[in-house]
């Protein structure tokens, strides 16, 4: 049974005209309690009505309550009414945006990479590690000066996200991993707008996206670690380390719209490994937080596991559940590690947009928003 | 220096009208010395001019030496003149075909499945084991009737070939391969046509290709294999079992044209492994036996190194050397096994087409055509 | 206000495992009140379970309602609780099976091309020409032996349907067009499945679609022609000849995915010719009979008038309003002729199944469904 | 039989780095007189080695000859030893570069829009209008201080140079046109590079071309219009006001790399028009100045009629005789008009480069460049 669900949340979204902007308006236009209450833009934008400072790229329409909204600057003075925002900003003004709105006593949910290596900032996967949201009090506590309410969460990069969700429900199954090597193909979403030139990617494979690699093998593993105390009571993200765990990614670009495809092989601590079957039933069994806590966005199905030799294709996959899972199909063994599988995630809805506002969900369900009553 | 080159040598085109016959035919119609002599293909087409039999796909138009040929069934009585037969056939013709112009004393060099597994019929990929045509005089011997001049040898998947090349290069340089793990993302002409419909694969990724995974798992073991000899003499590939290596592959289907992106990460026996640099210093380095001999369809960079970090890409790079060698890019150390790389191989060039006359022109110069001198 | 509905008719899908029969499912399966109680297909996939007989290739999961029926073969007999069958058989059997239908008193709405032609056979742009309806009572007393509920009813070809509408609305306006010229730019989804190979359109464009020209150019005629009546009380549709109409097509095929994109330009009989900005308001003001009437399916706007320079564009636009309207931009004037403009219409909704399942629901409001109360 | 060829011309390549740059480049590494002796580009590039200031995007790798050639900035000095500059440069740019050049006394063969609209400039599509040659003269003479040498000459605009080739052959072989009606396909390369986001153009067209339609409806004109004299002698482009010509062209962006398909439908003044097989024979016999005069660059078949139904197509077409000429096909009658067709045209090679350098080797062959004695 769901829980008693807050009347309405005003939020604001930070870069609202870019690409995860328009996502955040759309998904946000629709959900039950948040209410889009502003909207801020570079300085160009601010000052015009939306639907004049906005190239809008999505195959649905403006949704007419931001329409005729006027689009300001990014400054906290402007968002004082929004108990969140949501920050699709790009990288280059998030770090410093996101921090002023922080010391503002703002709550950030941020899509941008900026923090999510800071060792108070949690980078939250919500179908995975909400257990994170226990960093926010340190993170408050730990701000010059400290924080009542406002503090900085991250989600995960798209292709991050894709992977973490299976090689989580495995290490629940079957205890700890020890290798992972992941091989993704990219879909041209990921770059933003205007992103890949085409003449860059039609009939070909671009086999590098900067930085990617990185991020898959370091985000991973702050993902499924755990939070570790030393003796002082300093908290700190323990990166797997009580489980060495090897990543290594390889990433390529597709001619593929959206829909991120990965496949992925493992090799677990344990001997023997489980076999297919049961990888296939753990994946299929595993459910999220996010969905136990009754997060309105959460799919019903973290993982679904397609059973056809061919699935899970990109172009009819990725909108299952409004994107907001994953799917994995050919659960097969693997001659060099144990298991090798394919991961499709949809990299605008579970790889960003969505993943944002189901922290934002999990953050009033479990009380860290502190003007909102949830009932 | 070349070495004298035979005047003339007639061959016939098995299969002629489909897409692996079509590019027999492209690029025998501009060889130094192989003339089309003889184009069998379906009772359909059989007496039909072949510009009339064909539904031409290639993007130079019919060679004037083949546009008024009259195309006959595929039966030896039809190509008695010639000293080679290349076939594209389709797999379920191949089998029994390809055997009934063996037995006619008429040498097959083949494109198609069926005999790769044979354990009398070398599979080779003219870049890297010429030697294998040491089995050649026991396929002869052990037929019955045994035979004077009539062989069948084939050449590698599409997929595997792109693989091989590198590995066998890296064999030679640093010893044998412990481990293997390959992640294809294939285009659609390796699917023949119609082959792929474009519902299909347009914006779209397909995570599965019947038998391929099977094919580079299996196929690159005979080919990176020795011959061994038992007590009696008898001949055998060896499997690659005096170190065994063990290969992953997860092959998928990506919306491009013409040439095979594969990820590829190795492990090797010795420890310390060679550094990006050592590897990518040995590839660049190997030469093959077709090119030192002077085969006119070898290329002068068995391997071309790429050094810009997202090269290469089948677009820019298939054609590079009329896509007869192989292109490596992103030489890099992984976490996981040792190395990881991306290669890129022309799929209906080196990977088809190109492998079965280089494969002929090996076997000319290495004297397998009795009835040629080469001078 | 919407009129009362109908409680449950109960209707079957002949033709059920095609790419236009997935369609009429998925669209079934969400109607207020069109209830899917038998399924068809070929001797091959009766007796099988839909989802094992069905090569699903829609983006969103087999409706529940369908996954376990039972598939029959196209026999009257299995389908004689059905108040209505909708047809997305293909031509080389339609002919024959819709006629059977027929004559067992069922009602087909048919997305074939067979009858189209008929001269007793409404060719109904739900959209445009439901009075055509009036030739229903007609076509059954015709039929040997006449028939008190039978009859067949066909929509128009997909890219016909495009233009069509727009025409039908500038006709209304400003009275009867003299000539047409259309150029299309057409979805790779409108040649079924498997359709057209990858190979023949990716990076390309195939100037040419067998009969599509033909189509446009005959069925337009029939479409915004009127039903004439002779001396003698018979009628027959006038093939719009009472003030001629030139029109001539060239059809395109494209590598896109759905959403038939369609440049038109006309030339009005009356002097002077509407501005650009009457031509805009006129097509923005019209409205269907369908949506008058109150047809479930009925888009709010039957024309969707772009204003942006650059639209419509299929992959942003097909999916409006789910397909079920039209959307016009560019709408300037025209050098040669009087008007041009840029058409987009979804091939696959109505180009396609939503017409069909449009026509169906102007009968039952229109009372030719005689087994159906209205209420 | 040929002219006597010049041995060597040096000449200058004005925007080398670009897309069309890079194009000139790879035509003139392989010319068998013009010689590549300076590279102009941007004050950013120059003083770099032309390997390193480039992002190549070509299929086949830098040519030797420029790699390591130190690119320069655009200014005559720098060029005063080349008889010829070939200018790819930007619109935002060529205007005042390319009059710099030609007030230095170079010979300028842009590519750019600037001039062409110039009164005194041809418009040169060399397959067609080379008798406009006859305006360099007066151009030199008006020119503040007259000219002894200098001039520039400008190519068309792609697409406009695709449609004008085939109207000059049937004006050519039946008198005037009275109107025509053009619709194009376009090729993503048209736009350079980065040019159009692949988020904008995969699984989609783009129905509109900023400025493309006026170009082809103004450029035509001018083409194919002849040169008037006044009673004071002064020479003007007549743009075709003796028998006022109707154009309207409609211009779409498709996904494709490389090629422009144009669906056109013309009216003849004569009556009655010739039939459909008179239209293909007069196109299959047109021949150019260019070829007739020995134009090294010039195609065989200045058009190429096919009889295939569905041909020409961009990927299967484009690359015939290296794109220099033009490929038609579906000549038939039109219902509006008289005859359509669909014309097909390499965009980056006779609707640019090629084009540029063939009016070269016509000014070479006509005594145009003054320094230059052909022999």
Redesign the interface.
Known sequence: MPPLEPKEIKVGVLGATGTVGQRFILLLSQHPYFVIHGLGASQRSAGKRYSQAVTW?????IPGIVREMVVTECKPEFFKDCAVVFSGLDADVAGDIEAEFRSAELIVFSNAKNYRRDPLVPLIVPLINASHFAMVPHQRALHSPPLKKGFILTNANCSTTGVVVPLAALEKAFGPLE???I?T?QA??GAG????????????????I?GEEEKI?WETLKILGGIAEDDNGQKAFDMHSRHPL???A?C?R????EGH?E?V?VRFARRPPPSPQQVREALAAYTSDAYALGCPSAPRHTIFVHEE????????????QMGAGVSI??VRQ????DI?F?VLANNVAIGAATSSILNAELAVLKGYIPSVSAE
Chains 1, 2, 3, 4 share one sequence.
């Not at 992103?195 to 494979?205: E, K, R, Y």
């Not at 030799?309 to 299952?320: A, E, H, M, T």
């Open positions: 790229k999505q195959t649905s329409p290798s992972c090597m091989t193909m041209i979403s707008y205007p992103g890949i030139p085409s003449l860059d990617i039609l009939d070909n494979v671009v086999p590098y900067s093998e090897r990543i290594s390889s390529n597709v001619p593929v719209i495809t496949c092989s030799s061919d699935r899970p294709q990109p172009r009819l996959d990725r909108d299952y199909g050919r693997c001659r060099v590690l090798k394919v």
